[in-house]
T-cell receptor
Framework: EAQVTQNPRYLITVTGKKLTVTCSQN?????MSWYRQDPGLGLRQIYY???????DKGDVPEGYKVSRKEKRNFPLILESPSPNQTSLYFC????????????FGQGTRLTVV | KQEVTQIPAALSVPEGENLVLNCSFT??????LQWFRQDPGKGLTSLLL?????REQTSGRLNASLDKSSGRSTLYIAASQPGDSATYLC???????????FGGGTRLMVKP
């Protein structure tokens, strides 16, 4: 089954404790990206990757890091999480090209206390 | 910068009614628009992608239209069912195709 898989689905952590949210897709998509969803602010892009070893900032990259060492994986790293990073996070992927559909993971609900 | 707006923010209808969800965007130079469904606490499920060269796209009881000149897209749901209750989001890509700009969503409730 074609899918984007995020882990963990739920995470509660403390301020300053490094964490990684994993994202994996099995569709051989070139494009992958991370979004966060907050009440009243909607979905905003954090980082994106156009292919292996090619990453760039989205609208809200502060406090996050990413890497793309393999085509299928695009982990999101919070080196020193803060309470304002409490949010619902989504990973997405799509094939290269103008009119290709984006597929989203099931989301990771992160709480930083 | 692209801005995407969805009105109304919430909608409640009786089962069986046909309904239209609206999406407007400020930059008409888009090459597609995608509609998603989001259930509470869940991920986004892609419903339809309508290309700029198309005027309509259909999937089952769903029909999406796109009018670039007016900066509008609509999602038509025929014969609504309680299972259609969810938040519906529209999203437009930027010119580089590396980011989607989302509307705020329309929260739909279909009452039995």
């Amino acid at each position: 089954e074609a899918q984007v898989t995020q882990n963990p689905r739920y995470l509660i952590t403390v301020t300053g404790k490094k964490l990684t949210v994993t994202c994996s897709q099995n569709m051989n998509h070139e494009y992958m990206s991370w979004y966060r969803q907050d009440p009243g602010l909607g979905l905003r892009q954090i980082y994106y990757s156009m292919n292996v070893e090619v990453t760039d900032k989205g609208d809200v990259p502060e406090g996050y890091k990413v890497s793309r060492k393999e085509k299928r994986n695009f982990p999101l790293i919070l080196e020193s999480p803060s309470p304002n990073q409490t949010s619902l996070y989504f990973c997405a992927s799509r094939r290269q090209g103008q009119n290709t559909e984006a597929f989203f993971g099931q989301g990771t609900r992160l709480t930083v206390v | 910068k692209q801005e995407v707006t969805q009105i109304p923010a919430a909608l409640s209808v009786p089962e069986g009614e046909n309904l239209v969800l609206n999406c407007s965007f400020t930059d008409s130079a888009i090459y597609n628009l995608q509609w998603f469904r989001q259930d509470p606490g869940k991920g986004l499920t892609s419903l339809l992608l309508i290309q700029s060269s198309q005027r309509e796209q259909t999937s089952g009881r769903l029909n999406a239209s796109l009018d670039k000149s007016s900066g509008r897209s609509t999602l038509y749901i025929a014969a609504s069912q309680p299972g259609d209750s969810a938040t519906y989001l529209c999203a437009a890509p930027n010119n580089a195709g590396n980011m989607l700009t989302f509307g705020g969503g329309t929260r739909l409730m279909v009452k039995p």
